[in-house]
């Protein structure tokens, strides 16, 4: 089992609706990432989360600790959110380290 | 500058070719990495540099050899390297936590 999962594994949704994609993981961390990553392309991170809630224009993301689960929310979807989104969580102990969950390929239909 | 800037962006290279990867940032980061990523996988981390210094190595083999000349520059230097072994290569650099990811080199060998 990973230590970071990512559900769903691939996602099509109408422009405009609203995107949820969760992560769940089983070991301390200190923060978790968020990333986005375009077809070919380097890797952009969203948003860093230690607990609570960020958000950045469209996108809100939510951490419950005690759970072990974190949530990316796309409000009002648009074509160029179309990409891998990747959850990571840096580890309690080994700070240095990035755990990365398996992605989540986003495709939105105009 | 927020940038983590890779070069080249494609590199193609025949099994008994040498060649470097270049890795550049300007944010006085002192932790700098290099990830392999296939494709439709996450990126792997390779190697970690923390204050110029080697810190982490996840068992990379010797034909991948790291160097970081000084703070801002990472390079990554390839050398004998197998078919299998072609892959995206990202550079990343942090601080407090945060990551900051290039647009990667697409290294094919041949």
């Known amino acids: 089992k990973n230590e970071v999962e990512q559900s769903p594994q691939n996602l099509t949704a109408q422009e405009g609706e609203f995107i949820t994609i969760n992560c769940s993981y089983s070991?301390?961390?200190?923060?978790l990432h968020w990333l986005q990553q375009h077809p070919g392309g380097g890797i952009v991170s969203l948003f860093m989360?230690?607990?609570g809630k960020k958000k950045h224009g469209r996108l809100i993301a939510t951490i419950n600790i005690q759970e072990k689960h974190s949530s990316l929310h796309i409000t009002a979807s648009h074509p160029r959110d179309s990409a891998v989104y990747i959850c990571?969580?840096?580890?309690?102990?080994?700070?240095?380290?990035?755990?990365f969950g398996q992605g989540t390929r986003l495709t939105i239909n105009p | 500058d927020t940038e983590v800037t890779q070069t080249p962006k494609h590199l193609v290279m025949g099994m008994t070719n040498k060649k470097s990867l270049k890795c550049e940032q300007h944010?006085?980061?002192?932790?700098m990495y290099w990830y392999k990523q296939k494709a439709k996988k996450p990126p792997e981390l390779m190697f970690v540099y923390s204050y110029e210094k080697l810190s982490i190595n996840e068992s990379v083999p010797s034909r991948f050899s790291p160097e970081c000349p000084n703070s801002s520059l990472l390079n990554l230097h390839l050398h004998a390297l197998q078919p299998e072994d072609s892959a995206l290569y990202l550079c990343?650099?942090?601080?407090?936590?945060?990551?900051?990811f290039g647009q990667g080199t697409r290294l094919t060998v041949v």
């Open positions: 989360l230690s607990s």
């Open positions: 990571a969580v840096r580890l309690a102990l080994g700070a240095q380290k990035l755990v």
């Open positions: 990343a650099s942090s601080r407090s936590g945060e990551a900051f």
């Open positions: 070991v301390g961390i200190s923060a």
């Open positions: 944010m006085g980061h002192r932790a």
